[in-house]
């Protein structure tokens, strides 16, 4: 599996470890899914770069992850990866995630056949795929993806992942991160309890959950064990969560608190900020 981030350095100056690819790599590693492959863009790949990898490497499954800010450069990247297609140089599945790809999956399906868009968190659509691509499992019966095949929209249901049984991100691009003086990123909560009409997350859980808290401190050690050994890293982690309260449930203010007081305790010296609604 070969996962590519693509980056327009002038849309985010500061490079951080791309979380999106990150995690998936990290997720198939720990169920010994795949051989996982990260490139990116932000380490000065080319398009160049990343076609002759996938000659390389001839991987059974390229994914591209679209965030916002970046669609222009993946959609380069996608053309490249289906002229390799149509010359026959490379016969694997494209799959494309992130929430530019689930908002608008039309666009990609009509401009990209055959292409397989993650709708959702994409642990167990990336796990799916590997047992599809090994013949243990049906199209039909992965999880989270819109696609067409023989004329008809496949579109199946989603599969939500436990949070506390993620591991932290790969930190395969951590030593070149390093270099450029960037900055690590993590997530410890998804979804959210609003309904923004104009938000554009779908690839998001449509209700909030978050990790416990022994959970986050056990991962905030992790960077912080990391951040020690690249002394050039910055010291701030960013966090992707849309929201990390989580709403106006009392448990949620309580489980918080406790993640406040265990970073205390443990003297975890780390800064970040993090995303929530006041009211």
């Not at 490249?80 to 399906?109: D, E, R």
Request: net charge positive.
């Amino acid at each position: 599996v070969v996962l590519i981030n693509p980056y327009i350095v002038e849309k985010y100056p500061i490079p951080r470890l791309s979380l999106s690819v990150s995690i998936l790599a990290a997720y198939l590693r720990k169920y010994y899914k795949a051989h996982v492959w990260i490139l990116d863009t932000q380490l000065g790949l080319k398009i160049k770069d990343i076609e002759e990898e996938i000659l390389r490497i001839q991987p059974h499954i390229v994914g591209v992850s679209i965030p916002h800010g970046q669609t222009s450069l993946a959609i380069k990247i996608l053309n490249k990866i289906y002229q390799l297609k149509k010359k026959g140089l490379w016969k694997g599945i494209i799959v494309i995630g992130n929430f530019i790809a689930s908002s608008f999956p039309s666009y990609f399906l009509q401009k990209y056949p055959g292409i397989i868009i993650g709708r959702g968190e994409g642990e167990n659509t990336m796990s799916d795929l590997v047992d599809f691509v090994k013949g243990k499992k049906r199209l039909e019966q992965v999880s989270g993806i819109i696609t067409q095949k023989e004329g008809r929209t496949i579109f199946t249901p989603l599969k939500p992942v436990k949070l506390d049984e993620l591991p932290p991100p790969a930190f395969d691009t951590v030593e070149e991160l390093a270099k450029l003086r960037g900055a690590l990123t993590d997530e410890w909560n998804r979804g959210c309890f609003w309904h923004c009409t104009f938000c554009p997350r779908h690839h998001k859980p449509s209700s909030f959950k978050g990790m416990k808290p022994k959970t986050v401190i056990s991962r905030l050690r992790y960077f912080d064990k990391v951040m020690k050994k690249f002394p050039t890293l910055s010291r701030y982690l960013y966090l992707a969560d849309e929201e990390t309260i989580g709403g106006v449930q009392r448990k949620e203010t309580i489980r918080v608190s406790q993640i406040a007081r265990l970073i205390i305790k443990n003297k975890i010296r780390i800064k970040f900020d993090a995303y929530t609604r006041v009211d």
